[in-house]
T-cell receptor, first 116, second 114 residues
Framework: AQSVTQLDSHVSVSEGTPVLLRCNYS??????LFWYVQHPNKGLQLLLK??????LVKGINGFEAEFKKSETSFHLTKPSAHMSDAAEYFC??????????????FGGGTRVLVKP | DGGITQSPKYLFRKEGQNVTLSCEQN?????MYWYRQDPGQGLRLIYY???????QKGDIAEGYSVSREKKESFPLTVTSAQKNPTAFYLC?????????????FGPGTRLTVT
C-alpha cells in the first residue's frame, strides 16, 4: 500500500522569501512522485514529477523538489515566493503497477499564504 | 487546444435527485478518473476506467455510477443513494504506458445538493 503525508497543512511566507513544503511517502514499489498546485475553484496543475531519473527535479514557475529515498521524502522548494504562488499544493505518489490502474494517492494538501 | 472539459462549473440539485456530471477529453488518453474533493482534504478516487467499456470502483464508489461508452467521455452520475453529495468533483485522464504516469485534470464541477 502507498501513502503520502504532507507535514504542514498551512504555510505562510512573505513575498520574496523561500518556500518549503514538506512531503513524506510510503510505497512498496519504486514510486513515481508528483507535486500538483490548485488555485481556488480550479483543477489541479502539474508542477513537477519524479520518475526514477534525476533526484533533483525542476518544475514550472521556479519550483523544484528533491527525491531522497533514504528519508522517503519529496520536499518542494522555491527560492523566492511570489504573490501568485498562493494556492494549495498536493504531494502525490503513483502506484505504477498496471493492475492498479495507475492510481494516484494524494496527500492532504498544504495551503500556502503569501504576505506582501 | 487539447485538454479536459467538465460541465457545468456549478450545479445545484435537490436532495433525492440523480445528477450527471460531464467529462470530455481530447487528449486521446485511454484512462480516465473521477475524484471527489471536500474542503481541507485531498482528493479521493470514486471510479476509474482504463479502457472503453470497462471501469473499476475506487475508494468511495458507493452512491455513484459511471459509464465509458466512448474513449473521450466518462460521465459520472451522483445518485440519491449518495449520503453527502455536496463536493467539488474533478475528472482526470492519463496515458498509462508512457512511463510518466501523471494525470491531467479538468477544471472541476462544484455540486451543491440541498
Amino acid at each position: 500500500a502507498q501513502s503520502v503525508t504532507q507535514l504542514d497543512s498551512h504555510v505562510s511566507v512573505s513575498e520574496g522569501t523561500p518556500v518549503l513544503l514538506r512531503c513524506n511517502y510510503s510505497s512498496s514499489y519504486s514510486p513515481s512522485l508528483f507535486w500538483y498546485v490548485q488555485h481556488p475553484n480550479k483543477g489541479l496543475q502539474l508542477l513537477l514529477k519524479y520518475t526514477s531519473a534525476a533526484t533533483l527535479v525542476k518544475g514550472i514557475n521556479g519550483f523544484e523538489a528533491e527525491f531522497k529515498k533514504s528519508e522517503t521524502s519529496f520536499h518542494l522548494t522555491k527560492p523566492s515566493a511570489h504573490m501568485s504562488d498562493a494556492a494549495e499544493y498536493f504531494c502525490v505518489v503513483s502506484d505504477i503497477r498496471e493492475a492498479a490502474g495507475n492510481k494516484l494517492t494524494f496527500g492532504g494538501g498544504t495551503r500556502v499564504l503569501v504576505k506582501p | 487546444d487539447g485538454g479536459i472539459t467538465q460541465s457545468p462549473k456549478y450545479l445545484f440539485r435537490k436532495e433525492g435527485q440523480n445528477v450527471t456530471l460531464s467529462c470530455e477529453q481530447n487528449l486521446n488518453h485511454d484512462a480516465m478518473y473521477w475524484y471527489r474533493q471536500d474542503p481541507g482534504q485531498g482528493l479521493r478516487l470514486i471510479y476509474y476506467s482504463q479502457i472503453v467499456n470497462d471501469f473499476q470502483k475506487g475508494d468511495i464508489a458507493e452512491g455513484y455510477s459511471v459509464s465509458r461508452e466512448k474513449k473521450e467521455s466518462f460521465p459520472l452520475t451522483v445518485t440519491s443513494a449518495q449520503k453527502n453529495p455536496t463536493a467539488f468533483y474533478l475528472c482526470a485522464s492519463s496515458e498509462p504506458g508512457q512511463g510518466s504516469y501523471e494525470q491531467y485534470f479538468g477544471p472541476g464541477t462544484r455540486l451543491t445538493v440541498t
